[in-house]
């Protein structure tokens, strides 16, 4: 399970994230939601070649998933939370979290979740007897980030420790 965030400027403004939940390839679970999350998010306009010089990626690797029985069974910024639900059309949804993401935007658990739920459902209403049958699993994730000047570094220095001794063309975002 991984997930993929992009942030763009100084002040780090969420420019996209998708993930998944499922177990995948580590390689091609990258590529796939690299490119997903940052052309596909419906939040967001797909990226452009203009944006890449201020952009942040973020790659959290997600592990140790527990099921909670108590909705406060997991610490801001520690944990991640999931939580699955049916919606008023009987169908069954996920909402999330990453693990830093809280704690970013200063919520507490409580309202943390309703944030959660309203944002995977866009006009679900939480009743008290609905909430008592949400089904909580926390997780914890493993997090890399780098800007896009980072990426051009590290990925000439590589170019040039493998002998090829002459600058990269200019990065293809497909490649």
Not at 39 to 45: A, G, V
Not at 67 to 86: A, N
Not at 94 to 103: G, M
Not at 139 to 166: C, D, P, V
Request: glycine fraction near 6%; charged fraction near 20%.
């Amino acid at each position: 399970p991984l997930f993929v965030t992009w942030k763009i400027g100084r002040d780090k403004r969420l420019r996209g994230c998708i993930g998944t939940f499922s177990a995948m390839n580590l390689h091609s679970g990258l590529r796939e939601y690299t490119l997903t999350s940052a052309l596909k998010d419906s939040r967001f306009p797909p990226m452009t070649r203009d944006e890449l010089p201020r952009l942040f990626c973020s790659v959290s690797l997600l592990t140790n998933f527990e099921d909670v029985c108590d909705y406060m069974d997991w610490e801001v910024g520690v944990h991640g939370i999931r939580i699955e639900f049916i919606n008023e059309k009987g169908s069954k949804r996920t909402a999330t979290y990453l693990p830093e993401v809280a704690k970013e935007q200063g919520h507490c658990c409580t309202l943390f979740h309703m944030i959660c739920i309203f944002s995977a459902t866009y006009s679900f209403l939480v009743t008290v007897l609905e909430f008592a049958s949400l089904l909580f699993s926390r997780y914890r994730s493993e997090k890399m980030t780098m800007s896009y000047t980072e990426y051009l570094a590290h990925r000439q220095h590589h170019h040039f420790q493998n002998g090829i001794g002459h600058p990269l063309p200019p990065y293809n975002h497909y490649s």
